[in-house]
């Protein structure tokens, strides 16, 4: 069940938690192109290894331990999480498993605590759900045992700088995207013969598009398009965690189908398609409390697009990190009035040359993978105390 590599004991050994999916934490190391290289993976793979890390997997699928499970030096099944951790000298977790491992951790002296949290959330913008107002307490409260907290933006950081004693253990990690594969000339050969007549119907006019299932407004999207007369391109992957069933009920209740179009699990390569041949993106996304939407925004402009999103913390991240306002209109969540207006003028402007480049040249010198990894891998090294 476990392999070490000679040189494996020298390195500190980062216990990360995958499901099932070993083929795409390798192909972070060794890219194909067929696909492109997930933001998580390669920022907690190929990221930190690039510091001189082994990764060790937890794998919480249930599946059997495969026969090649490279890059992971050691691989551990979810009935096994007592000899993962023993073998582990730091452990990157979040979530549920988070909170846990940092309060399994609260006794511990600092210097000894393993547990890496990775915070979705901290403090919400604006008023938020008593139940997710819990959640965050909690989260708040475990990461004080934490050795390191990591966050995905400049907002969230910085609070938790001013919330947790010892600052040093505080990390931002600025997720990154493969622009590569999403600048990447696509061809009608991306679209699959049972989506071919609805995609020359839909190429006849502009279209915006939403992929996405989590915290996506579902109800907002089809207010907004049916006040605008725009067409609409819902793309979900895992349909039972974004109410697709309920989504594609309303359209047909409503007489919509010609103006909301839905796809689900499609391959990257048509959702390439889609993204480049879509005239702006429509962030209707609840990203009050976690930067919900983050990667398909940033997947966005990598295909040349331009953004109208909600406040929140996806919005005001990408406005830190520098995107012109030329490139992303942004709204007081739930109007959808002034929604509906910003998303009209972009979608019926015709594309430029200059402003496709201009999304893209922000994508490739901000949010490429292979910028924003050794960045964090670097600065989490330095808050655990690693020497490369």
Same mark, same amino acid.
């Given at each position: 069940?476990?392999?070490?590599?000679?040189?494996?004991?020298?390195?500190?050994?980062?216990?990360?938690?995958?499901?099932?999916?070993?083929?795409?934490?390798?192909?972070?190391?060794?890219?194909?192109?067929?696909? *492109?290289?997930?933001?998580? /993976? &390669?920022?907690?793979?190929? @990221?930190?290894?690039?510091? #001189?890390? %082994? +990764? $060790?997997?937890? =794998?919480?699928?249930?599946?059997?331990? *495969?026969?090649?499970?490279? /890059? &992971?030096?050691?691989?551990? @099944?979810?009935?096994?999480? #007592?000899? %993962? +951790? $023993?073998?582990? =000298?730091?452990?990157?977790?979040?979530?549920?498993?988070?909170?846990?491992?940092?309060?399994?951790?609260?006794?511990?002296?600092?210097?000894?605590?393993?547990?890496?949290?990775?915070?979705?959330?901290?403090?919400?913008?604006?008023?938020?759900?008593?139940?997710?107002?819990?959640?965050?307490?909690?989260?708040?409260?475990?990461?004080?045992?934490?050795?390191?907290?990591?966050?995905?933006?400049?907002?969230?950081?910085?609070?938790?700088?001013?919330?947790?004693?010892?600052?040093?253990?505080?990390?931002?990690?600025?997720?990154?995207?493969?622009?590569?594969?999403?600048?990447?000339?696509?061809?009608?050969?991306?679209?699959?013969?049972?989506?071919?007549?609805?995609?020359?119907?839909?190429?006849?006019?502009?279209?915006?598009?939403?992929?996405?299932?989590?915290?996506?407004?579902?109800?907002?999207?089809?207010?907004?398009?049916?006040?605008?007369?725009?067409?609409?391109?819902?793309?979900?992957?895992?349909?039972?965690?974004?109410?697709?069933?309920?989504?594609?009920?309303?359209?047909?209740?409503?007489?919509?189908?010609?103006?909301?179009?839905?796809?689900?699990?499609?391959?990257?390569?048509?959702?390439?398609?889609?993204?480049?041949?879509?005239?702006?993106?429509?962030?209707?996304?609840?990203?009050?409390?976690?930067?919900?939407?983050?990667?398909?925004?940033?997947?966005?402009?990598?295909?040349?697009?331009?953004?109208?999103?909600?406040?929140?913390?996806?919005?005001?991240?990408?406005?830190?990190?520098?995107?012109?306002?030329?490139?992303?209109?942004?709204?007081?969540?739930?109007?959808?009035?002034?929604?509906?207006?910003?998303?009209?003028?972009?979608?019926?402007?015709?594309?430029?040359?200059?402003?496709?480049?201009?999304?893209?040249?922000?994508?490739?010198?901000?949010?490429?993978?292979?910028?924003?990894?050794?960045?964090?891998?670097?600065?989490?090294?330095?808050?655990?105390?690693?020497?490369?």
């Amino acid at each position: 069940m476990s392999m070490s590599l000679s040189h494996a004991a020298r390195q500190p050994r980062i216990l990360v938690n995958i499901n099932g999916n070993v083929p795409e934490w390798r192909a972070c190391f060794t890219p194909t192109g067929e696909e *492109p290289r997930p933001p998580l /993976p &390669f920022a907690f793979g190929a @990221g930190l290894a690039s510091q #001189g890390m %082994a +990764l $060790a997997a937890f =794998d919480t699928s249930g599946k059997p331990a *495969p026969a090649d499970f490279s /890059p &992971f030096v050691r691989f551990f @099944g979810r009935d096994e999480i #007592g000899a %993962a +951790l $023993a073998v582990a =000298d730091f452990v990157v977790s979040w979530g549920t498993r988070g909170v846990k491992s940092c309060l399994a951790d609260a006794a511990t002296p600092h210097g000894r605590r393993k547990t890496v949290l990775l915070c979705y959330g901290w403090r919400p913008i604006g008023r938020a759900a008593p139940p997710r107002r819990g959640i965050l307490a909690l989260t708040r409260q475990a990461a004080r045992f934490a050795r390191s907290v990591v966050f995905m933006t400049h907002q969230q950081a910085s609070a938790a700088r001013c919330d947790l004693p010892g600052k040093g253990g505080v990390v931002r990690l600025r997720v990154g995207i493969d622009t590569r594969f999403y600048t990447r000339a696509s061809s009608a050969d991306d679209v699959p013969e049972e989506h071919r007549g609805t995609v020359d119907r839909l190429l006849q006019e502009p279209y915006v598009i939403l992929p996405g299932d989590e915290l996506r407004l579902n109800d907002d999207a089809l207010s907004v398009i049916r006040a605008t007369g725009l067409r609409l391109v819902r793309i979900s992957q895992y349909g039972h965690k974004s109410g697709m069933n309920l989504l594609k009920q309303e359209v047909a209740r409503r007489g919509m189908s010609e103006r909301v179009i839905v796809f689900e699990r499609i391959s990257y390569g048509f959702l390439r398609f889609l993204l480049q041949h879509a005239n702006a993106y429509a962030g209707f996304v609840d990203a009050s409390w976690q930067p919900a939407g983050w990667t398909v925004a940033c997947e966005s402009l990598a295909s040349g697009l331009p953004l109208v999103l909600y406040d929140g913390f996806t919005a005001r991240e990408l406005a830190d990190q520098g995107l012109p306002p030329e490139l992303m209109r942004i709204v007081a969540p739930g109007d959808r009035a002034a929604f509906g207006r910003e998303l009209s003028e972009l979608a019926t402007a015709p594309r430029s040359a200059r402003g496709i480049q201009a999304a893209r040249d922000f994508a490739a010198s901000a949010l490429d993978v292979e910028v924003t990894a050794p960045e964090f891998a670097r600065d989490l090294a330095s808050a655990l105390g690693i020497s490369a």
